[in-house]
């Protein structure tokens, strides 16, 4: 069996290869080696020169990836490829084959996974550390060859521990998600995550939260975190210690859980979900003929709102609704410009105020009783959710238009009056994005 041993330097952020080195092993021996500085086409930042010592003066006549492509391809033919933490390695050279319009796949083994399941008991696996306490000589620590060199002895070294050999064969089978999981990551914590709905916490080797998601099945979307190619997920899932989660029952419940955890712990990994959604409210007003309309505007534009979301696709899907359930003329709710008659693809029920059919009178009658139905379900409702067991039912809890928070309860328990489910809510805060989540529910 032939493997290449491989280490990869970046230019930060972009991911791009600055330095790659190579080592083709039998089982016995290194019988071949590729190393090679790379111009990344690309700033490299000082942070990352401060701890490679890789500049941008370095690789200035440094060979591009596309002019070394062909010996990577060739060495690391039939080979597995081996490599400490070796998704985020073999992530960038699949990267960078990608922009070529390559393919690039091979079979992977982890020597940070092996390492912690042949020699366990050590503080840290990082590369460094484990060098140290394995007594492996590392010579030129974040260089690429220096790095790859002592992978080759510690891999040699976990070929001679107690059932390596089964252990081998068993990361190198194809059902076995070892290789894709985080090194830091037990195996035991992923095996324990449920195909359930819920919320799940990435945690670092400090316990603290860097990372907060939603799913209708947990397993499976953190499983998807470990395949992604993305730079945001590769440095979150390097850091990766532990998983915990909490289960919701539905998809409902699962956004409001998130949006009040990113909320009280702002993890790193979760930028977008702090920055403030932009508003897009819908309003009325009476033309010079006094014929009703509603429009869409952003909400900052809009001194009488109706109804407001955070995205101008779900407002403009919730003002088609509202159309057509109170026959109203999708002309007469700027769904349609520049015509004189209606004649949307999707409407079609509009009486005739548009082709003078109906009166005014009538058609605003129905305008107003849309705008006082959008209010009234706003004002107070009690949403019905699945529970997190089959015994279990779920509600939110919203009154005066303001969302006061979501609760689990027995099936088996009376519910006789709205007061009685105070006693199971479990209190929240409002805020614009819960509006806009429960906005599409309601």
Same mark, same amino acid.
């Given at each position: 069996?032939?493997?290449?041993?491989?280490?990869?330097?970046?230019?930060?952020?972009?991911?791009?290869?600055?330095?790659?080195?190579?080592?083709?092993?039998? &089982?016995?021996?290194?019988? !071949?080696?590729?190393?090679?500085?790379?111009?990344?086409?690309?700033?490299?930042?000082?942070?990352?020169?401060?701890?490679?010592?890789?500049?941008?003066?370095?690789? *200035?006549?440094?060979? @591009?990836?596309?002019?070394?492509?062909?010996?990577?391809?060739?060495?690391?033919?039939?080979?597995?490829?081996?490599?400490?933490?070796?998704?985020?390695?073999?992530?960038?050279?699949?990267?960078?084959?990608?922009?070529?319009?390559?393919?690039?796949?091979?079979?992977?083994?982890?020597?940070?996974?092996?390492?912690?399941?042949?020699?366990?008991?050590?503080?840290? $696996?990082?590369?460094?550390?484990?060098?140290?306490?394995?007594?492996?000589?590392?010579?030129?620590?974040?260089?690429?060859?220096?790095?790859?060199?002592?992978?080759?002895?510690?891999?040699? =070294?976990?070929?001679?521990?107690?059932?390596?050999?089964?252990?081998?064969? !068993?990361?190198?089978?194809?059902?076995?998600?070892?290789?894709?999981?985080?090194?830091?990551?037990?195996?035991?914590?992923?095996?324990?995550?449920?195909?359930?709905?819920?919320?799940?916490?990435?945690?670092?080797?400090? &316990?603290?939260?860097?990372?907060? &998601?939603?799913?209708?099945?947990?397993?499976?979307?953190?499983?998807?975190?470990?395949?992604?190619?993305?730079?945001?997920?590769?440095?979150?899932?390097?850091?990766?210690?532990?998983?915990?989660?909490?289960?919701?029952?539905?998809? =409902?419940?699962?956004?409001?859980?998130?949006?009040?955890?990113?909320?009280?712990?702002?993890?790193?990994?979760?930028?977008?979900?702090?920055?403030?959604?932009? &508003?897009?409210?819908?309003?009325?007003?009476?033309?010079?003929?006094?014929?009703?309309?509603?429009?869409?505007?952003?909400?900052?534009?809009?001194?009488?709102?109706?109804?407001?979301?955070?995205?101008?696709?779900?407002?403009?899907?919730?003002?088609?609704?509202?159309?057509?359930?109170?026959?109203?003329?999708?002309?007469?709710?700027?769904?349609?410009?520049?015509?004189?008659?209606?004649?949307?693809?999707?409407?079609?029920?509009?009486?005739?105020?548009?082709?003078?059919?109906?009166?005014?009178?009538?058609?605003?009658?129905?305008?107003?009783?849309?705008?006082?139905?959008?209010? !009234?379900?706003?004002?107070?409702?009690?949403?019905?959710?699945?529970?997190?067991?089959?015994? @279990?039912?779920?509600?939110? =809890?919203?009154?005066?238009?303001? $969302? =006061?928070?979501?609760?689990?309860?027995?099936?088996?328990?009376?519910?006789?009056?709205?007061? *009685?489910?105070?006693?199971?809510?479990?209190?929240?805060?409002?805020?614009? !994005?819960?509006?806009?989540?429960?906005?599409?529910?309601?």
């Amino acid at each position: 069996m032939l493997y290449t041993i491989i280490d990869v330097e970046t230019s930060g952020r972009s991911n791009r290869i600055t330095e790659i080195s190579i080592f083709k092993y039998d &089982g016995n021996t290194v019988v !071949d080696e590729f190393t090679s500085l790379v111009n990344p086409n690309c700033f490299i930042p000082d942070h990352i020169t401060a701890l490679t010592g890789i500049d941008n003066g370095t690789v *200035a006549n440094a060979p @591009e990836f596309s002019e070394i492509a062909d010996k990577v391809l060739e060495i690391t033919q039939d080979t597995i490829f081996v490599a400490h933490n070796v998704n985020f390695d073999y992530n960038v050279i699949q990267g960078e084959f990608k922009l070529l319009g390559i393919a690039f796949t091979r079979k992977k083994l982890c020597t940070v996974r092996l390492s912690r399941k042949l020699i366990p008991g050590h503080r840290s $696996y990082s590369l460094g550390k484990l060098c140290k306490a394995l007594n492996i000589n590392l010579v030129d620590r974040h260089r690429a060859r220096g790095d790859a060199e002592a992978t080759v002895i510690l891999f040699q =070294l976990l070929q001679t521990q107690d059932n390596a050999e089964t252990v081998f064969k !068993d990361f190198l089978n194809k059902n076995n998600k070892q290789a894709t999981l985080p090194p830091n990551l037990p195996s035991s914590v992923f095996n324990a995550l449920p195909n359930a709905a819920g919320i799940y916490y990435f945690r670092n080797k400090k &316990g603290t939260i860097i990372y907060v &998601g939603k799913a209708k099945d947990i397993k499976k979307r953190v499983l998807s975190h470990f395949y992604s190619k993305s730079q945001k997920s590769l440095d979150m899932v390097r850091e990766t210690a532990h998983i915990d989660f909490e289960l919701s029952g539905s998809e =409902l419940i699962a956004l409001l859980m998130e949006d009040a955890a990113i909320k009280h712990h702002f993890p790193q990994y979760n930028k977008a979900s702090k920055r403030k959604p932009k &508003g897009y409210s819908i309003f009325s007003y009476q033309d010079r003929n006094e014929v009703m309309h509603l429009a869409i505007n952003t909400t900052k534009a809009t001194p009488k709102p109706i109804i407001t979301l955070y995205s101008i696709r779900d407002i403009r899907a919730f003002l088609e609704r509202i159309c057509e359930q109170f026959n109203l003329c999708p002309k007469f709710c700027h769904l349609q410009e520049g015509v004189a008659t209606c004649s949307h693809h999707a409407i079609t029920n509009c009486k005739g105020i548009c082709s003078g059919d109906e009166s005014i009178e009538q058609y605003n009658e129905r305008v107003t009783n849309a705008i006082c139905d959008i209010i !009234d379900k706003r004002k107070d409702s009690i949403i019905k959710a699945k529970g997190r067991t089959p015994e @279990e039912e779920a509600f939110v =809890l919203i009154k005066n238009g303001a $969302y =006061l928070g979501y609760g689990f309860i027995d099936k088996h328990e009376q519910i006789t009056h709205e007061e *009685a489910l105070e006693s199971f809510l479990i209190k929240q805060k409002d805020n614009s !994005d819960v509006q806009s989540i429960l906005a599409k529910f309601l």
